[in-house]
């Protein structure tokens, strides 16, 4: 027979790695504007994300310092609902 003893440190470890496995995690993400073809070099140096939540209301504000002729530039913005 398995001895209470070992049991009981089977069970804690058991539990331990669980919490463990279950605690949160960094996330990595990116917010902002890259600016450049597959093959092509960087045209934005910087871009500062604000973003503001107010009870219901989020507000989100985007500057960046592209330079480069406005056809190249496009800005997408992942939503939760349409």
């Known amino acids: 027979m398995i001895s209470r003893k070992?049991?009981?440190l089977t069970l804690c470890a058991a539990a331990g790695l669980g919490l463990w496995m279950a605690a949160p995690a960094p996330a990595?993400?990116?917010c902002g504007f890259y600016v450049a073809?597959?093959?092509t070099q960087l045209f934005n140096d910087a871009t500062t994300v604000v973003l503001m939540r107010?009870?219901?209301r989020t507000v989100l504000s985007m500057q960046n310092d592209y330079k480069g002729p406005p056809e190249d530039f496009a800005m997408?913005?992942?939503?939760?609902v349409v």
């Open 28 to 30: 990595d993400a990116f």
């Open 54 to 56: 107010d009870g219901q």
């Open 6 to 8: 070992l049991r009981l």
């Open 37 to 39: 073809g597959a093959d």
């Open 76 to 80: 997408v913005v992942p939503v939760p």
